[in-house]
């Protein structure tokens, strides 16, 4: 007393405190303060604690609303004081003394573990940053990373536990430990168990005791927590989903993480028979937490006997999809599985379809764990799940997400990025959900502004799945294709079609195909309404189109009243390589520009741009409103792939990669006759297979055949065009030149075996 008089100026009234290690006093002082007097156990280094007070003044500084102990100076202004008692030297620490009650075994509301997993978190939050060598250095028995070393002790346990208790070490130290090295780590708490988290008997008010701080994985915090808190008999599901959530609503926790978190929690809850037994056996007393040895092994029989069901529990805490229970999931018992729920007729690629599993980049991973080069998928056109992409949509989603009948900074954004991309006339933006919407909104604002119902579209052309573009579809079903109100042009194929590559004047020949089209539906009683044109003309197997034709299409389908719809979901986002948009690689300013999934990179947005005119003179007529196109979260992805375009430079990189692979296609073309003509431009290139060059029999069933050949290669492209013999090469504007390298290497070998 007379040491804290005389270092502290503390006087008052002492009580003495349980500790587990060091001897801890109660001082009420005469002020009406209350003090926690810690003499310290002379077996621990000084640097324990001297990393406990500069950690609790750290926390003072990053986080002062934690409810955690403040530390009181000496009368010099030192953290630490020293005591020479029975012969040792002690560090004493002084702490003010937190109001409240221990938690200890009382059940807790779902509210109250939230904020336990709350505090927690706050707890590794507001200690990220702290360095110090006492807990960074110490060998604790608690720490995980030190489990291998209680494996030549389980002789203290009941002798029906010690063989499971040695093999559940052993996998762990084989299995989980080396995981463990890998994720966050910082210093941590490390002990936030109930009998040292406070409470006021409303809400949590405190945590206490930093004497088992080290620096471990980050993962370890909550694992400790989590298995301090389960009870025998309890709802352990409830504890841990309650916990985890609160944690994770801090502290975000990541895949790796989840895969040890229960093979901590498990070993957590083994420590306490195997150090308290050893401790025993040392002579050291009975304490409260004998009772977390006698639950020790029903938890673990608990965690064995349910262990799926406990590991989904964590995961939906951490808002992570469950792990699959799923008995067979083979491709026939998928396929099965589809049928019965999907439909019987299956449209899908190959005849033995792909179970893909994981996207990146170029890169598709398959269920076996083979790794594929997608050449084919537009829609992920910055690359799949790209990070910055997937970025931007979380931070959104956790922020807001609702609809445009809101201010939004983000729909505005979104279409001021859009509109700065485009002719100055093209400034006015509806937002829907996918191209297809886009297209039969375009559609339904060309009708009102002309007056007139008939439309027009490509031979074999695809712009979506609504009732009102079907008829814009030829390909969705060429046999029975039929519309009273509508016309097909016949494209511009200059290497099957009527005119030739080199011939005269080409563009206007072909152009002028159009005029009978457009003069047979200008004279019928629906009139031109407007015409719709995929800028690629993928389906039509990616047409070289001659510069000036489409462009002579437009003004002949603005000559007859019309307007113009340049269909972007394929050709835009600068996948052809001389400009942002492929109306613009052919010279044309459209009235509508439509966009769909490729502009979120997968995330289902659509766009409509137009002239303000035609927007003001059709919401005059019929207000229009989709629920959630132009939502928070569809725009935060739609602006994440503009940036990505512009910083990572991908219209230029569309334009060069695309131009190599080109060259590349050409030289095999040189090599085998099976290729009739390679064409398109950027990353939207196709390969003509015929059998007979001179009569340019189409070789569908080869085609086919190579598609397939690749894929047991590892490289996955498409077929395309109204004969089925054209290779679809359509990659993610992220392809490179090594990529064109693997993707042509395979191609040629799958030309070597037809």
């Not at 006093?25 to 310290?40: H, I, M, P, T």
């Not at 957590?268 to 004998?290: C, D, K, T, V, W």
């Not at 979380?394 to 983000?410: A, G, I, P």
């Amino acid at each position: 007393m007379s040491f804290a008089k005389s270092h502290y100026g503390l006087s008052g009234t002492w009580s003495e405190l349980s500790g587990e290690r060091d001897q801890n006093f109660r001082v009420s002082d005469d002020q009406g303060g209350v003090w926690l007097f810690k003499l310290c156990s002379p077996r621990e280094a000084d640097g324990v604690f001297e990393g406990q007070v500069l950690a609790l003044e750290h926390i003072a500084r990053t986080d002062p609303g934690l409810p955690v102990p403040r530390v009181r100076h000496t009368n010099d202004g030192l953290l630490l004081a020293k005591l020479h008692h029975a012969g040792l030297d002690h560090c004493v620490i002084v702490l003010s003394y937190l109001p409240g009650s221990v938690l200890g075994a009382a059940p807790l509301s779902s509210e109250r573990l939230y904020e336990v997993g709350q505090l927690v978190a706050r707890l590794g939050r507001a200690l990220r940053g702290f360095i110090h060598a006492g807990p960074a250095t110490r060998h604790l028995a608690w720490d995980h990373r030190h489990l291998a070393d209680l494996l030549p002790h389980v002789g203290v346990l009941p002798k029906e536990q010690q063989a499971r208790s040695a093999r559940l070490i052993s996998a762990f130290c084989k299995d989980r430990l080396p995981i463990l090295e890998t994720l966050r780590s910082q210093i941590i708490h490390g002990d936030a168990h109930p009998f040292n988290t406070l409470t006021d008997g409303e809400g949590i008010v405190g945590v206490i005791d930093f004497g088992d701080m080290i620096a471990g994985a980050l993962i370890q915090d909550l694992s400790n927590t989590l298995a301090d808190y389960l009870i025998p008999g309890a709802d352990n599901q409830r504890i841990m989903l309650e916990i985890t959530k609160g944690y994770h609503s801090i502290t975000p926790l990541e895949e790796q993480e989840l895969e040890v978190l229960l093979p901590l929690v498990e070993t957590r809850i083994l420590m306490n028979p195997l150090i308290l037994g050893l401790r025993s056996q040392g002579g050291a007393p009975e304490s409260i937490f004998e009772d977390y040895c006698r639950r020790a092994f029903p938890l673990l029989d608990e965690l064995e006997a349910q262990r799926t069901v406990f590991v989904n529990v964590l995961r939906r805490g951490a808002a992570l999809p469950p792990l699959s229970t799923l008995v067979s999931d083979s491709v026939e018992g998928m396929l099965e599985r589809r049928k019965s729920v999907m439909g019987k007729k299956l449209y899908m690629f190959y005849d033995t379809p792909l179970h893909l599993v994981k996207g990146q980049g170029v890169w598709l991973t398959a269920k076996d764990g083979k790794s594929y080069l997608d050449c084919y998928n537009n829609v992920p056109h910055v690359g799949h799940c790209h990070p910055y992409v997937i970025g931007a949509i979380e931070r959104q989603m956790r922020q807001l997400n609702t609809n445009t009948r809101y201010l939004s900074e983000q729909s505005i954004a979104y279409a001021e990025r859009l509109t700065a991309t485009l002719d100055k006339s093209l400034s006015a933006v509806i937002y829907v959900n996918s191209g297809s919407e886009a297209n039969d909104i375009a559609w339904r604002m060309a009708k009102a502004w002309t007056g007139r119902s008939g439309g027009l579209a490509m031979d074999f052309a695809y712009h979506g799945v609504t009732d009102a573009i079907d008829p814009f579809s030829p390909s969705n079903d060429m046999e029975n294709w039929k519309f009273p109100h509508m016309r097909v042009i016949t494209p511009p194929d200059d290497y099957r079609g009527p005119f030739k590559r080199g011939d005269n004047n080409i563009a206007q020949r072909y152009a002028d195909l159009a005029d009978a089209p457009i003069s047979d539906l200008a004279q019928s009683s629906y009139g031109v309404a407007a015409g719709m044109v995929d800028s690629a003309f993928m389906t039509n197997g990616m047409l070289d189109v001659p510069q000036g034709y489409l462009s002579a299409v437009a003004s002949k389908i603005r000559a007859a009243g019309g307007l113009f719809i340049a269909d972007e979901v394929q050709s835009g986002f600068g996948r052809m390589g001389t400009a942002m948009w492929g109306h613009q690689h052919h010279g044309v300013v459209p009235d509508f520009v439509t966009i769909g999934k490729p502009a979120g990179n997968g995330h289902p947005i659509g766009v409509l741009i137009t002239r303000p005119e035609i927007l003001d003179h059709f919401t005059k007529t019929a207000p229009f409103f989709s629920t959630f196109g132009g939502n928070n979260v569809s725009c935060a992805a739609g602006i994440a792939v503009l940036d990505v375009i512009r910083d990572e430079n991908l219209v230029e990189n569309c334009k060069t990669t695309g131009a190599y692979m080109k060259a590349r296609l050409l030289e095999l073309k040189n090599k085998f006759d099976l290729i009739g003509d390679v064409r398109g431009v950027g990353l939207a290139l196709g390969v003509e297979l015929v059998r007979d060059r001179h009569t340019l029999e189409p070789a569908k069933a080869e085609t086919k055949r190579v598609v397939d050949l690749m894929r047991e290669q590892g490289v996955l492209i498409g077929s395309e065009g109204v004969l089925g013999n054209i290779l679809k090469i359509r990659p993610p504007a992220v392809l490179q030149p090594a990529h064109v390298d693997i993707a042509v290497a395979a191609l040629e070998q799958a030309l070597l075996k037809i």
